[in-house]
């Protein structure tokens, strides 16, 4: 107290004095007034007086009124803390920018944006394609006169890299470059020969990465990532002055920090234009320039998730780091709110050697230098990057790097005379994610939005099976084809997204563009730069860091409203094959006829596929189908029910009685040949033999079989077919089927094989339950029927029609545009099935002709027209009708 009336300096009396108890006051001011036993007059008293004492009337004036005189006394008596503390700083120095807590809630991602979830792919575009990719710049200290694009590949191929940059040696250190060590192990250090940086090659670091790795795991944490490694690398080298000049000057006012970050990262054209506008318009010339600057945001992100990575190895000791020739903000050391700190907007070291930290930041009794004492904590701790830094510490130091944002609390000022020691405490900024959390965080998000999206296309569109093929062709569009053909296996991130929708190139700048590129490096001007790595096609704003969320919804809004467009041009949109992007039918049957044309203009005349060219539509009454093939047959029910009961010699009677020569044959055939021993070449099979394979087709084994290897086949077995059912569809592969089909189509009386259609009737059904089975049971599958020449019957449209035969049908669209080649008018149905209930079966595994993949319907199978139709034109005239049923089993 005495002290402190008598103008006392020390800066946190006073402080302490108020802060301290209201009972420790109360016996100072007792001991002043001699009214405390516990002072030299109040134990000199006789023990008399204390009775005496006890009984007399309290003071006039109260003890509170005593308490606050004191304090006012005091408070004219003694400056404040700042006042000395700026009266300490008084001297010119250069200040260190220092950030307010707001710059500590937005963290990284407010500042330089999110990072590309497309990691390694990015950090390579930023060091190697941007506008200032080959500028040669020198870094601070080390003066080392290189490029981004040398600098990555000094870190990720030292060896190669040479020979792709077209350098014989790396850059290296000048005369009299320094080896910075802010952290204070010493104010600067000289390096030589031994201290220079070396080319190791980057599978080193990996090996030492590996220890390090096992040292999280131990402790169940979070490996890191080789972009990680990499990222570091690149933060320990010159690199280091682009990542800090980006990190100061985007959230600052300052226009020296602002033509820093300019001149370091962009070219010189973008700074001239720069320097030219900024006196006018400070603001507008630094919104034009900075969208042209890189400002490696990609990169940062990565160097921050290593940092909180390895600073879980750290050692929560107190380091210290000294400003050489800097001075603290005013703001640092200012009391608001009760509490005193600042937010460093770059990355900073520190060490654990006070005392070299201290002698590098002694200044003198009138200027005195600055130690900041960083208090480590649980959760708040530096990294150490010397096992991978391109200039490691020397044996025995140490320092631990701080990530971006990082909070510091002053909690005392110590004045030591020729130092200024600022205690404070360091809370790291958490709000930016790991990388790989980073990365899988966005594709949640993304997969959510673009879910939604799709939902809300499907229910602009009344078909379902439509609905789910503009679904897929929305992905396609915005995210581009799946490596692995699952839905969402690679996402892009924001920036990516808007430059799938239309192809972009890098705006050309300096004599060369940065689009795809290949070829050697060659001279900075007048060539591409070389390949990357994993390079993409991009929007060119996503150099500028600068897509936003907003952006990146209008543009999968605008992939939406092009999908619903294609949908109102064309009826149809398919995909040519299982997996592929829907496109519209349009473009694959002008293509189709195109190509057509070309063939037929050198044609020999070879016979075509009759058994599906000279087919006629001729449909039938819904009616006719419910009643079903016995009552369509001519003969009575009886009769077709004690015909299949006798099998296989009702068959045989009834191609005695009505069969052709060619019938019998086969029929010969199929009962008692041997599978591929006949040696004739059908006619309306293109000159084929029976169970031959051709075009190279793997042959299945049946080759030299007889009829018990159909019957014994895995398929016939599921679908319980009887040898009977196997022979009538084998005849119905073969020369048969003409004779099979006609009777049914022309309705002239009786059919003279019932007992055959019967069977084939039952066994195209029964063959069904081989499809239940599969991984599209449940799916929508599409399937087509090309006929030529014909026209629908009237009336088809709206009540459909029945097919009295059985309809052959593909589900490759380019077969079924072959069986209505040669032909001025087409018609084209697709068949839409919803489940394999709804579908023919597939007769491969016995039929005659394997080479003809189709699936075979039953007789009276009926037609239900969805109303969707299209009429496609061609050049030469050819007329294309396509009609979409739902086949009724």
Known sequence: ?????????????????????RRACSAVLAAQMGNCSSSPAGRDRDSKDSDARRAAPPPTRSLTFKLNQLDEQLSKSAPSPDAQLAERLAEPKKVREMCGPAAFVGGLHAVVGAANTAVMETMQEEHTIRHDSRVPFVSDHLLIETTSETEFWFVLDPVGGLGRLGLERWPEEGPGARRSFASGRSSEELLGAANKRQPLPHAAFCERMRGHNEMLRQHGLAELLEEELIGGRLFTGPMNAKYQAALRALDSADAGRRRKFVQ?????????????????????????????????????????????????LSRATPVYRALHGEAPPAAFWRERFGARGGVDPGFFSACPDRAAAALAARGSQHAPGVLLEIEQGLVSRGADLGWLSQYPPPDGACELVFPPHTALDVVEVVDEGETLVFRCRATVNRSDLAIDKVVSTKRDGLNCIMTSMKFSLMREIADEADARLAAQEFHALVLGPDDDGRPFATVRSWANISGVCRTGTFPARDGYSGGDSGGDNGDSRGESPPSPLLRRDADPRIYNDGVTFSE??????????????????HAFMVAPRPGASAVPLADLVLAFASAELERLKSRDGAPGFAKFADARLVTGRPLEAALGINRYLGVGDKSIWLGMGRGLDAIRDEFAASGTEDDLV???????????????????????????????????????????????????????LLPEHVVALRLYTTAAFKSINDPLRNRSGAHPFPVTVAFINDGIKRLRAVGAGAADASERRDFWRGLRNVALPDGFHQTGGTEYAPLSTSSDLEVALHYSDAAQERLLFKLTTASFLERGASLQFLSAFPGEVEYLYPPLTFLDPTGKVETITTTCGVKFSVIEVQPRI
Do not use: N
């Open 1 to 21: 107290v005495v002290a402190l009336q008598q103008g006392g300096c020390s800066l946190c009396s006073r402080r302490a004095l108020r802060r301290s108890s």
């Open 666 to 720: 086969c029929l010969e055939y199929v009962l008692e040949g041997t599978a591929g021993c006949h040696p004739r070449e059908w006619q309306h099979s293109g000159g084929k033999q029976m169970d031959a394979f051709y075009e190279g087709r793997e042959e299945d084994g049946r080759r030299g079989r007889p009829l018990s290897y159909f019957v014994e086949h895995p398929q016939a077995r599921e679908a319980a």
């Open 552 to 569: 990146t919804l209008r543009a999968m809004q605008a992939a939406q409203q092009e999908v619903l467009q294609r949908r109102k041009r």
């Open 264 to 312: 370091l990262c962009s070219d010189p054209q973008t700074l001239s234009q720069y320097e030219a506008a900024v006196e006018a318009d400070p603001e507008g010339a630094w919104a034009a320039a900075r969208m042209l600057c890189t400002s490696y945001s990609t990169t940062l992100h990565v160097i921050k998730s290593l940092l909180l990575r390895l600073s879980k």
